[in-house]
């Protein structure tokens, strides 16, 4: 996300306290894409409830609030490309992608603004909102009960998300759910009572109207080290049987003509290059966290160094749809047996 602001220039950024390094969402481009989305609800006659942005570790809305969490690396280009080296997953890569995660915590907003998780029909729709929270959810993928917005089936972790992931794609500019869900009867059901009751809250006053904080950064003193460490994925230990799986990858991939004369490129710096890419889209299809997927495929990328691995320049688009294949792999096994 480009922006004008000055990179970091404190004296040892990693040590300075996230309060310390003046981040703010005025006058940054995020501030303009807020201005975009405060339009697009305007757009949509959702004025009475007014969210207030605010910059905090992640994207969220506090229980009970009408207050949006948005993550701090968004507000400065070289904090967001800090965030990707570190391993972690950007949520919000772009103004499209920022807009999108927006949408979705607006339904979080709407939800508590007017209490409709009490209503008996949002109930009906979504279930019980005070159901257990898991982080680490199993997806059933293309399931035709729940709509689709943010990766990884998002709508499938929780009645509350079921709901929001509704309402963003209701809310979603040039998007013809209609059509869309037309053979997936109970998520049509969902929009059709997103779109009923939008229709009926929009004129109202909300009945919930408090922005209390959670860990505003003007407020978190912890540095950006400390904040990484203790947000640093798990390890991955990768199966004995993933030697023979990347021999098997990058073995079988003779050249075409003369092997001798072809050049020949490191399976390990592949797995590398494509690391971001397919964290991305690995957890966008399987729902197994791109930061989980980072560290397993760092860890492939020290075994096929081990083994020196290589293969043909000339083969490495087959090369790469067999890693994705063997990832995707990996990761839905993950799944399903922990």
């Known amino acids: 996300m480009p922006t004008t602001t000055p990179p970091l220039r404190e004296a040892n950024p990693w040590t300075t306290p996230l309060r310390d390094l003046g981040l703010t969402i005025r006058g940054t481009p995020l501030d303009a894409v807020l201005q975009d989305f405060q339009h697009e609800l305007k757009q949509r006659g959702l004025t009475r409830v007014e969210p207030k942005f605010y910059l905090s570790t992640e994207w969220g809305v506090p229980f009970g609030t009408i207050s949006i969490a948005i993550p701090f690396y968004l507000a400065r280009a070289d904090l967001t490309k800090l965030h990707a080296d570190r391993g972690r997953f950007v949520e919000g890569a772009d103004?499209?992608?920022?807009?999108?995660?927006?949408?979705?915590?607006?339904?979080?907003?709407?939800?508590?603004?007017?209490?409709?998780?009490?209503?008996?029909?949002?109930?009906?729709?979504?279930?019980?909102?005070?159901?257990?929270?898991?982080?680490?959810?199993?997806?059933?993928?293309?399931?035709?009960?729940y709509v689709r917005h943010l990766p990884g089936w998002y709508a499938q972790k929780h009645p509350d998300e079921d709901w929001a992931e509704t309402f963003a794609v209701w809310l979603t500019p040039n998007v013809d759910w209609r059509r869309r869900y037309a053979g997936a009867a109970t998520a049509l059901a969902k929009l059709e009572y997103c779109d009923r009751t939008v229709a009926v809250v929009r004129d109202r006053e909300p009945l919930v109207v408090a922005e209390e904080l959670d860990e505003e950064v003007g407020e978190i003193v912890a540095s950006l080290d400390h904040f990484y460490q203790e947000h640093a994925p798990a390890?991955?230990?990768?199966?004995?049987?993933?030697?023979?799986?990347?021999?098997?990858?990058?073995?079988?991939?003779?050249?075409?003509?003369?092997?001798?004369?072809?050049?020949?490129?490191?399976?390990?710096?592949?797995?590398?290059?494509?690391?971001?890419?397919?964290?991305?889209?690995?957890?966008?299809?399987?729902?197994?966290?791109?930061?989980?997927?980072?560290?397993?495929l760092r860890r492939l990328a020290e075994r096929a160094e081990a083994l020196r691995l290589v293969y043909p320049a000339e083969r490495e688009p087959e090369a790469t749809v067999a890693l994705t294949a063997f990832v995707t792999a990996l990761a839905l096994n993950r799944m399903q047996h922990g």
């Open 95 to 145: 103004r499209a992608d920022i807009l999108r995660y927006l949408r979705h915590e607006m339904g979080h907003v709407l939800n508590y603004a007017y209490k409709l998780y009490e209503e008996a029909e949002w109930v009906r729709h979504f279930g019980d909102i005070s159901r257990p929270y898991v982080e680490e959810y199993r997806p059933r993928p293309f399931h035709p009960d």
């Open 235 to 296: 390890g991955e230990d990768v199966p004995p049987e993933v030697e023979d799986a990347l021999q098997t990858i990058f073995g079988n991939l003779p050249a075409a003509v003369d092997p001798s004369a072809q050049p020949r490129r490191s399976a390990a710096a592949l797995i590398r290059r494509l690391e971001h890419t397919l964290a991305a889209e690995v957890f966008r299809w399987t729902a197994y966290f791109p930061e989980h997927i980072r560290v397993l």
